[in-house]
């Protein structure tokens, strides 16, 4: 027994100190292009290839494998793997506007925490970074019903930012919080070129995960990126009430939502070809697929917000909580990828056209995103129209060389 | 311009002596962190934080009299404070999504590893900073009483009790 203990101690004490070569190689190269910026106090666009981080590659080679079958992403928690949120998009924001402020300019201030160090380049359309970034656009464009919004292969590791491609429209959203049907554009190269952001964070910034950043809940970080981009975009943003076409959501049928039980559960769905299935589901988890003609959505013990928060991509259009419910809830929703309006009543102007390039899948009948929500939850969706908060660029400018 | 052009560019405008200094002992200090943390990420934003502050300031005296010694304090610092942080976020790694962990060590299971790792860091910190002198950077023990400013007794004594606290650890149901 000793001596195994002995063994087995000498083999983690000469291992435990070493790590892959390749890291330390990969640790060296980058921080050394970092140092090297922050010494000459890099502000310069340069263009050049980007090679795409690890993540991004594995969302390529999703994309790729999953455009074969028309559109399919896979999509974990809150949407695509970066798909800006729709953090600002409940009661708190919307609902408690009045009609009347509708068309009123709200004034925008910009934070002034900054990241210690941050480097901007512009990335080649025709780099690898850049092809990828602009299918990714068109992705979230057919999904989500606005293009941009979309940081593939974005990381926020502790004391660093990376954003290996993304317009200054999804720059903006991610710092702000922004849904893209919420974000207007200035000028058009804001959103089709790309660039490509580092930074490193301040010590003493409370750790975030990417996620965090996606769902719009890194407060600290997303203040840096506003003020990275009126440093160095000079960009200059106001907020505007408009009224917009919206989906509130309230109980229609009492009784059917249930609160969740304590216990894991697996979720009921399918995920597309190549992926795993889905391990068990721990409280709090939740996962959306978009598969060709279907949605299937599930969670576990997750609030109300999170469920509208899923709904706003199916939905393409922002989603308004009206049901009051305060306490966790488990579903598993499967639905056909269009939204049929209610007889009689047209989708008021301004509403993003519904996907016409995903088919339904042969030989089912599935329900509507309405139906399965009203049968399964006993929920009601509804059109309505509303004033939305919406940020639009004023003036923004190229990244100057310094 | 290709990629490598334009860092070469960047990189005749980093101080020569910064370089030197950062190239030679890079591998050192990220080692360093890696013992001490057992995540890669963690080791880069040590090493990051390390060579970050020098940068930023003027070279102190003492790293000019033994650079080794003195990065290597440094270093182990700075992974302490990871360590420290990671705890109180505990709750956070739990709910994120990215916690990149060290590759798997064969005939050591990952429960024993995790709780050795722990275990070093609980260590008192000269202890630790002789065990990994000894077994990650392979230093004999007059090196790592030179390093540390100690005697050679010290740190056999410091290296016995080390092991055996750590197999008291491991033995641990």
């Known amino acids: ?402 | 311009m290709s990629t490598a052009s334009v860092l070469k560019e960047i990189q005749r405008n980093l101080d020569p002596e910064f370089e030197r200094l950062f190239r030679e002992h890079h591998a050192f200090v990220y080692r360093t962190a890696y013992s001490i943390t057992g995540r890669l990420e963690d080791a880069d934003d040590v090493v990051q934080t390390v060579f970050l502050r020098l940068l930023r300031r003027e070279f102190p005296p003492d790293l000019t009299k033994n650079p080794k010694a003195y990065l290597y304090r440094a270093a182990f610092n700075a992974a302490v404070s990871v360590i420290r942080s990671r705890r109180r976020n505990l709750v956070e790694s739990i709910d994120g999504v990215d916690v990149p962990a060290a590759p798997p060590m064969p005939g050591v299971d990952e429960d024993t590893r995790r709780e050795l790792y722990d275990a070093i860091a609980e260590l008192r910190p000269t202890s630790a900073q002789i065990l990994i002198l000894r077994y990650v950077h392979d230093y004999d023990l007059a090196e790592i009483a030179k390093t540390l400013g100690t005697t050679r007794s010290t740190v056999a004594v410091s290296l016995f009790r080390s092991r055996a606290r750590l197999k008291k650890k491991m033995r641990k149901p």
């Open chain 1, 1 to 402: 027994m000793n001596r195994r203990t002995d063994e087995v101690l000498n083999q983690f004490l000469s291992e435990f100190g070493n790590p892959p070569e390749h890291a330390i190689e990969n640790s060296r190269e980058n921080l050394l292009d970092l140092f090297a910026s922050s010494n000459v106090q890099l502000l310069e666009v340069v263009e050049m290839p980007v090679p795409p981080t690890q993540p991004f590659r594995f969302a390529w080679a999703a994309g790729m494998a999953l455009a074969a079958v028309l559109v399919s992403v896979l999509v974990w928690n809150q949407g695509p793997p970066f798909s800006v949120s729709t953090a600002k998009n409940d009661d708190r924001t919307v609902a408690k506007l009045s009609a009347e402020e509708a068309g009123v300019t709200l004034p925008l201030t910009v934070a002034q925490d900054a990241f210690e160090v941050a480097s901007v380049k512009l990335v080649a359309p025709s780099s690898q970074a850049g092809t990828m970034a602009q299918r990714f656009d068109q992705m979230q464009s057919l999904l989500a019903g606005c293009s941009s919004g979309y940081a593939g292969g974005t990381r926020l590791d502790p004391g660093r930012l990376t954003v290996p491609a993304a317009t200054v429209l999804t720059l903006v959203m991610v710092a702000y919080g922004q849904d893209c049907l919420t974000a207007e554009a200035g000028p058009a190269w804001a959103t089709s070129e790309h660039y490509e952001v580092s930074a490193l964070l301040p010590a003493g910034t409370p750790r975030y995960t990417t996620q965090d950043l996606a769902k719009g809940e890194a407060p600290e970080v997303q203040r840096m990126l506003q003020k990275l981009l009126a440093d160095r975009f000079r960009l200059v943003l106001k907020r505007e009430l408009r009224e917009m076409p919206v989906y509130t959501l309230s109980v229609g049928t009492p009784g059917k939502i249930k609160l969740s039980p304590d216990e894991t559960r697996l979720p009921n769905v399918s995920p597309p070809p190549g992926f795993p299935p889905p391990a068990a589901m721990g409280r709090g988890q939740n996962v959306n697929f978009v598969l060709p003609g279907k949605h299937q959505l599930s969670g576990h013990a997750v609030s109300m917000l999170t469920l509208v928060k899923s709904l706003r991509q199916p939905a393409r259009r922002i989603v308004i909580d009206r049901t009051g419910f305060s306490g966790l809830l488990d579903y598993d929703l499967e639905f056909s990828s269009e939204i049929p309006p209610p007889a009689g009543a047209a989708d008021p102007p301004g509403t993003a056209p519904l996907p016409t390039s995903v088919p339904p899948v042969p030989g089912t009948s599935l329900l509507s995103l309405r139906d399965a929500l009203a049968e399964q939850l006993g929920l009601k969706l509804e059109v309505a129209k509303m004033p939305v908060e919406v940020l639009v660029i004023q003036s923004v400018e190229r990244p100057s060389e310094n």
